[in-house]
């Protein structure tokens, strides 16, 4: 099998055009360039009357980019925390039901008739002290 591919004697290569030209040609930065007429504005040098405004431009898109990043960030950790609180809301409801559970009367009886002490089924009474008994 050959090599089809050839190149036409006449055109020169691509890479070597882009290297002594400085641009692509017929790309889309070059056609830009070519609308706005960005040489014209710096054949007689950079212009500083514009700097403060350009520094001022560039001051608020870094300080747009930067909130943006906070507000992600901070939605973020609310997310996470919306989480965990969701983990801690389920664990204190089962906190709270084995407590339920294991403070009614039949478990503490049940619980505490390993120690001797049995539950008693007489009534309380009242006991009444007169003011000058005591």
């Given at each position: 099998?050959?090599?089809?591919?050839?190149?036409?004697?006449?055109?020169?290569?691509?890479?070597?055009?882009?290297?002594?030209?400085?641009?692509?040609?017929?790309?889309?930065?070059?056609?830009?360039?070519?609308?706005?007429?960005?040489e014209s504005?710096?054949?007689?040098?950079?212009?500083?009357?514009?700097?403060?405004?350009?520094?001022?431009?560039?001051?608020?898109?870094?300080?747009?980019?930067?909130?943006?990043?906070?507000?992600?960030?901070?939605?973020?950790?609310?997310?996470?925390?919306?989480?965990?609180?969701?983990?801690?809301?389920?664990?204190?409801?089962?906190?709270?039901?084995?407590?339920?559970?294991?403070?009614?009367?039949?478990?503490?009886?049940?619980?505490?008739?390993?120690?001797?002490?049995?539950?008693?089924?007489?009534?309380?009474?009242?006991?009444?002290?007169?003011?000058?008994?005591?």
């Amino acid at each position: 099998m050959e090599n089809k591919f050839k190149i036409k004697p006449g055109k020169p290569e691509a890479s070597s055009t882009r290297a002594s030209t400085g641009s692509t040609g017929s790309g889309m930065f070059s056609a830009s360039e070519k609308r706005l007429k960005l040489e014209s504005y710096f054949e007689e040098g950079f212009p500083v009357q514009y700097l403060p405004k350009i520094l001022f431009v560039l001051l608020l898109g870094i300080l747009y980019i930067s909130n943006t990043h906070y507000a992600e960030k901070t939605v973020r950790d609310i997310n996470a925390i919306q989480a965990e609180v969701e983990d801690l809301r389920a664990d204190y409801t089962t906190l709270k039901a084995d407590l339920m559970f294991a403070s009614k009367q039949s478990e503490v009886a049940r619980k505490v008739n390993g120690y001797g002490l049995k539950e008693s089924f007489t009534p309380p009474y009242k006991i009444v002290v007169e003011k000058g008994e005591y």
